[in-house]
């Protein structure tokens, strides 16, 4: 009896009992006795019957439900109770909503509080007053939610002084005094969305910066990237250069735009303390700050934060940030890691652009060359030498003074980018005393450029500031002196100097032709040997870059020449193979340090990224015309003789020769070498290895006189 607990049950009780009393005592009677009088007496009787049993079982049903009734109640409103304690004393910020209009039916302290509005002013409002979204869209939301398709959201609520917040919102339907209501639950999670957005900020910056090969193209986008990731508007750059206590603003964006190109001095600015500290700067007030150059470009309510750029303990610049509010301290640690991701990428671009310039002042060198080698008398040669100093160093103006052989004096023999006006003051530039240290009373010197302190008025006038000079020496005296002349000294680095320094020693090559003539082949010799040792020079700044590899260009070059000499192989193929050995891995520095000094193995993006390296040096390389022979081996040593290698896919004969028989000698090296993450191979267990391969990944007819060559 105490399981029947509504109305229903009983009446359908009470029904299935008088059906079963009727038809199961008439049966009975009509089997009894056949006398309709006595029929009749029993029928009372039954009737009777029937009805106190009904009416006793009736009362015992109704009294049970009643006291069921009754517990129920009482244990809703003890729920209730406990519900409102509940919500009201949660320390979450918690609301009933009305899903079919929007209202706020309820709001417990903790979202009082949140919210900032009194609970009889929030339960006089909507949700669409404090949800970001439109009307449309959260009818939808509560909609969904009031169905439970959803009952995780993520809003943004504004809060009564207007400040806009990020909340997660846990909402479902529950029942609420005879209606449907949606209890909400808000969390602030404002913080944690903008860490999140930092993080994707600070990734998406690493992505592009990654893309970027040169630093024309990586500083817009970093600046750029910062000043938005950062809320900013306006970012630059001070490009330090400690040699001259001073630093020059590379790029600037926004207001910070006119600065680009403005010099200043680090011992009298905030850059500068910033170089000498290595420590970040906020500051809330720059009108307050007499040390920050042009504070006046700011409003009287701009905010400025500063880092370090520095790669290996060397500064390299400060970027900065500008806007119309207060930075915090994570906007502080956010522009620390943004400097040290810009370090890292300047540095990798730095690496390219150095390897690009290298590779076209390499055919530079060798336009000069066939200049000199094509022309009579030095004017041609000369001419040329005089426009790669235009282009490789970038300057404004250059001239070519030579002993007259004839009376004692200089002559200009070639210029290039003086007007006719300083052509005809040439004399002006030629000082008594230069002609009496060049031409008059020769002395022993060397062959190194200095600056020159003091310009004439002509070419002043022409804008021309800066003059550095290098004298032209064959075979330890002076044979005349090349100027070059800037309008700025931002291109000049030791490597600018050194280039310039190897520019007048062909033009003093140049002005000696017949000597040139009379040793034409040792100069070749001298050349060809430049340009192997500029080769070794990228081999060992590579291996600088990867110090587990250290070694390995040499090994792997003279070992390649053994196996083609093997193989029958002469000159000039020869030489292709050695400078092709030796320049096999130049491509990985178009890869990033974070990947080739990864401790652990590759993870998938990070291997299609490595595999792009014998793209990058194809490249490169294809560019110069006398390393174009040289393009086997770097391109394709990581093709696999059954064609799964990269970046071709080439298979079996269709890969060189001197790649396959490279591909042997690269993995032997590499497979034999201790590394971070394991020791080296023993020489039996690589050559067979090795052995195995065969077919698979290495040409199976030079498998075995590899292995012969190795001591298999």
Same mark, same amino acid.
């Given at each position: 009896m105490?399981?029947?607990?509504?109305p229903?049950?009983?009446?359908?009780?009470?029904?299935? +009992?008088?059906?079963?009393?009727?038809?199961?005592?008439?049966?009975?009677? !009509?089997?009894?006795? %056949? $006398?309709?009088?006595?029929?009749?007496?029993?029928?009372?009787?039954k009737? =009777?019957?029937?009805?106190?049993?009904?009416?006793? +079982?009736?009362?015992?049903?109704?009294?049970?439900?009643?006291?069921?009734?009754?517990?129920?109640?009482?244990?809703?409103? %003890?729920? &209730?109770?406990?519900?409102q304690?509940?919500?009201q004393?949660?320390?979450?910020?918690?609301?009933?909503?009305?899903?079919n !209009?929007?209202?706020?039916?309820?709001?417990?302290?903790?979202?009082?509080?949140?919210?900032?509005?009194?609970?009889?002013?929030?339960?006089?409002?909507?949700?669409?007053?404090?949800?970001?979204?439109?009307?449309?869209?959260?009818?939808?939301?509560?909609h969904? #939610?009031?169905?439970?398709?959803?009952?995780?959201?993520?809003?943004?609520?504004?809060?009564?002084?207007?400040?806009?917040?990020?909340?997660?919102?846990?909402?479902?339907?529950?029942?609420?005094?005879?209606?449907?209501?949606l209890?909400?639950?808000?969390?602030?999670?404002?913080?944690?969305?903008?860490?999140?957005?930092?993080?994707?900020?600070?990734?998406?910056?690493?992505?592009?910066?990654?893309? #970027?090969?040169?630093?024309?193209?990586?500083?817009?986008?970093?600046?750029?990237?910062?000043?938005?990731?950062?809320?900013?508007?306006?970012?630059?750059?001070?490009? *330090?250069?400690?040699?001259?206590?001073?630093?020059?603003a590379?790029?600037?964006?926004?207001?910070?735009?006119a600065?680009?190109?403005?010099?200043?001095?680090?011992?009298?600015?905030?850059?500068?303390?910033?170089?000498?500290?290595?420590?970040?700067? !906020?500051? @809330?007030?720059?009108?307050?700050?007499?040390?920050?150059?042009?504070?006046?470009?700011l409003?009287?309510?701009?905010? *400025? /934060?500063?880092?370090?750029?520095?790669?290996?303990?060397?500064?390299? &610049?400060?970027?900065? /940030?500008?806007?119309?509010?207060p930075?915090?301290?994570?906007?502080?640690?956010?522009?620390m890691?943004?400097?040290?991701?810009?370090?890292?990428?300047?540095?990798?671009?730095?690496?390219?652009?150095?390897?690009?310039?290298?590779?076209?002042?390499?055919e530079?060198?060798?336009?000069?060359?066939? %200049?000199?080698?094509l022309?009579?008398?030095?004017?041609?040669?000369?001419?040329?030498?005089?426009?790669?100093?235009?282009?490789?160093?970038h300057?404004?103006?250059?001239?070519?003074?030579? +002993?007259?052989p004839?009376?004692?004096?200089?002559?200009?023999?070639?210029?290039?980018?003086?007007?006719?006006?300083?052509?005809?003051?040439?004399h002006? /530039?030629?000082?008594?005393?230069?002609?009496?240290q060049?031409?008059?009373?020769?002395?022993?010197?060397?062959?190194?450029?200095?600056?020159?302190?003091?310009?004439?008025?002509?070419?002043?006038k022409?804008?021309?500031?800066?003059?550095?000079?290098?004298?032209?020496?064959?075979?330890?005296?002076? /044979?005349?002196?090349?100027?070059?002349?800037?309008?700025?000294?931002?291109?000049?680095?030791?490597?600018?100097?050194?280039?310039?320094?190897?520019?007048?020693?062909?033009?003093?090559?140049?002005?000696?032709r017949?000597?040139?003539?009379?040793?034409?082949?040792?100069t070749?010799?001298?050349?060809?040997? =430049?340009?192997?040792?500029?080769?070794?020079?990228? *081999?060992?700044?590579?291996?600088?870059?990867?110090?587990?590899?250290?070694?390995?260009s040499?090994?792997?070059?003279?070992?390649?020449?053994q196996? %083609?000499?093997?193989?029958?192989?002469a000159?000039?193929?020869? @030489? !292709?193979i050695?400078?092709?050995?030796?320049?096999? $891995?130049?491509?990985?520095?178009?890869?990033?340090?974070?990947?080739?000094?990864?401790?652990?193995?590759?993870?998938?993006?990070?291997?299609?990224?490595?595999?792009?390296?014998?793209?990058?040096?194809?490249?490169?390389?294809?560019?110069?015309?006398?390393?174009?022979?040289?393009?086997?081996?770097?391109?394709?040593?990581?093709?696999?003789? $059954?064609?799964?290698g990269?970046?071709?896919?080439?298979?079996?004969?269709?890969?060189?020769? *001197?790649?396959?028989?490279?591909?042997?000698?690269?993995?032997?090296?590499?497979?034999?070498?201790?590394?971070p993450?394991?020791? #080296?191979?023993?020489p039996?267990?690589?050559? $067979?290895?090795i052995?195995?391969?065969?077919?698979?990944?290495?040409?199976?007819?030079?498998?075995?006189?590899?292995?012969?060559?190795?001591?298999?």
């Open positions: 105490t399981h029947v607990r509504n229903f049950m009983i009446t359908t009780l009470y029904l299935l +009992c008088a059906v079963i009393w009727v038809l199961g005592t008439d049966t009975l009677l !009509n089997n009894l006795t %056949a $006398d309709t009088l006595l029929l009749t007496g029993f029928q009372h009787l009737g =009777a019957g029937f009805v106190l049993a009904t009416a006793f +079982c009736l009362q015992v049903l109704l009294v049970n439900y009643q006291r069921v009734v009754t517990t129920e109640q009482h244990a809703q409103q %003890a729920l &209730g109770q406990t519900y304690t509940l919500f004393d949660s320390y979450a910020a918690m609301l009933l909503i009305d899903p !209009n929007g209202l706020i039916v309820d709001a417990n302290r903790a979202a009082c509080r949140f919210y900032g509005y009194e609970r009889s002013m929030l339960c006089q409002m909507k949700i669409t007053a404090i949800n970001m979204l439109t009307a449309e869209e959260v009818r939808h939301e509560m969904l #939610a009031q169905q439970n398709n959803r009952n995780f959201f993520l809003f943004r609520h504004r809060l009564a002084n207007g400040v806009v917040r990020d909340v997660e919102v846990y909402s479902g339907p529950v029942q609420m005094q005879g209606r449907v209501l209890h909400s639950i808000i969390h602030d999670v404002s913080e944690r969305i903008k860490h999140e957005r930092e993080r994707n900020g600070l990734l998406h910056l690493a992505t592009v910066l990654r893309q #970027a090969e040169t630093r024309a193209n990586l500083l817009p986008l970093l600046l750029s990237q910062a000043r938005e990731l950062l809320g900013g508007h306006s970012a630059i750059l001070w490009h *330090a250069n400690l040699d001259e206590d001073s630093a020059q590379e790029l600037g964006l926004g207001v910070w735009q600065l680009q190109g403005h010099t200043i001095r680090l011992a009298h600015t905030i850059t500068g303390q910033v170089v000498s500290s290595g420590l970040p700067r !906020n500051l @809330t007030n720059v009108a307050d700050e007499p040390l920050f150059y042009r504070s006046d470009l409003g009287p309510e701009d905010c *400025a /934060i500063c880092a370090l750029v520095v790669n290996q303990a060397h500064p390299i &610049g400060v970027i900065w /940030i500008a806007r119309d509010h930075f915090s301290d994570e906007d502080v640690r956010t522009l890691a943004i400097a040290d991701m810009a370090a890292s990428a300047l540095h990798r671009a730095e690496l390219h652009d150095q390897t690009v310039r290298r590779l076209e002042r390499i530079s060198l060798a336009k000069i060359d066939h %200049a000199i080698m022309s009579h008398g030095p004017a041609p040669a000369l001419t040329t030498l005089l426009e790669v100093v235009a282009e490789q160093l300057a404004n103006a250059s001239v070519v003074l030579l +002993c007259n004839e009376q004692p004096g200089l002559e200009c023999a070639a210029s290039h980018g003086l007007s006719a006006t300083a052509r005809s003051h040439i002006e /530039i030629i000082s008594t005393e230069l002609v009496e060049i031409c008059i009373h020769p002395q022993p010197c060397k062959l190194a450029p200095y600056k020159v302190t003091k310009l004439s008025s002509t070419l002043v022409e804008g021309l500031r800066y003059g550095y000079a290098v004298p032209l020496v064959v075979e330890g005296r002076s /044979i005349g002196i090349l100027k070059v002349f800037l309008k700025a000294p931002t291109v000049v680095d030791h490597e600018w100097l050194d280039f310039l320094k190897t520019l007048a020693g062909q033009a003093a090559i140049a002005v000696e017949a000597r040139l003539y009379t040793s034409l082949e040792q070749a010799l001298d050349l060809e040997r =430049a340009y192997d040792e500029t080769l070794a020079g990228w *081999a060992k700044a590579l291996e600088l870059r990867d110090a587990e590899t250290e070694g390995h040499q090994r792997v070059v003279n070992l390649t020449v196996l %083609a000499k093997t193989l029958g192989i000159e000039p193929e020869l @030489t !292709n050695r400078r092709g050995a030796l320049l096999h $891995d130049v491509g990985k520095m178009g890869i990033s340090d974070a990947i080739l000094h990864k401790p652990g193995p590759l993870n998938d993006e990070e291997f299609k990224l490595i595999q792009q390296h014998p793209v990058y040096a194809y490249n490169w390389l294809r560019q110069i015309s006398y390393l174009q022979p040289v393009l086997a081996i770097p391109y394709s040593h990581h093709e696999r003789w $059954d064609g799964t990269y970046p071709q896919q080439l298979k079996g004969e269709t890969i060189p020769l *001197a790649a396959r028989l490279f591909a042997l000698v690269d993995v032997w090296d590499a497979l034999t070498s201790d590394r993450y394991r020791a #080296a191979w023993s039996e267990h690589t050559r $067979d290895y052995a195995a391969q065969a077919g698979k990944q290495f040409d199976p007819a030079l498998v075995p006189v590899f292995l012969k060559l190795v001591g298999g």
